[in-house]
């Protein structure tokens, strides 16, 4: 008796700390998978808020990329006539380009022959920040070339080649500080004079009469100069 007493004793010993070990693994578990579920929903909350920042950042960049200035430069024929270019400046942005400068990078602007006064007013003018509102273009006497017949002779305003670096800021208008673009570009116009089209200025008159030879030489230039202007 006593024997099955005792042997019952050790089944329900056996049993309960069966229980126990059943309940501290299930308990384990739930902790285990608490603990993954909650890293599970901390990593959504990141990834979540990364793509938020993302997703801020890039409706930002957009919209100071609708807002903001871009200037352009271009070289075209001089409209004091051939052999001479013009440098035409122009925002194609929709804000003011504030402050805006220009460099020449291959020696900066300087006297090319004893008797250029060109070159160093390209210096001045550039350098002195200008504001160009949208749509705006400058335009001014770049490049004069020696002619032979030409007095005084020398080249007048800048080389024939070289490389350029615009720069200008832009104003959000908020707390945002003021965003600076710097803008390279390179020119060579050793070959534009062969190749840019010219305004058609009309058959030459015949006869002797001056009145109508000046009109018809005026009527010449306006075309010509409309044409150039159009550039």
Known sequence: MLHQLASFADK???SSLAASW????????????????????????????????????Q???????????????DFVPGISGAPSF???????????????TLELTDGGFRALSEHDEIG????RLFSSG?????????????????QENAEPRGDLGAPERGSVI????WMPGDARPIREYAEPARYDLREHLKLIPRAYSGEDASGSDADL???????????????????
């Not at 200008?130 to 020696?146: E, H, M, N, Q, S």
């Not at 615009?166 to 800021?169: C, E, K, P």
């Open 12 to 14: 329900v010993a056996m």
């Open 22 to 57: 059943v309940v501290a693994v299930a308990t384990a578990a739930g902790v285990i998978v608490a603990g993954l579920a909650l890293w599970f929903a901390y990593r959504q909350i990141a990834l979540t808020s990364t793509q938020m920042r993302a997703s801020a950042a």
């Open 59 to 73: 409706q930002a960049q957009d919209s100071e990329d609708r807002t903001r200035p871009y200037v352009s430069v």
């Open 86 to 100: 013009d440098i035409v400046v122009t925002n194609r942005g929709q804000t003011m380009a504030r402050g805006l």
């Open 120 to 123: 160093p007013a390209l210096g």
């Open 130 to 146: 200008i504001d160009l509102a949208p749509g705006a273009k400058l335009r001014v006497l770049w490049r004069f070339p020696d």
């Open 166 to 169: 615009v720069r200008y800021g």
């Open 213 to 231: 030879r000046n009109a018809v030489n005026a009527l010449r230039a306006i075309a010509e100069n409309v044409g150039d202007l159009r550039r």
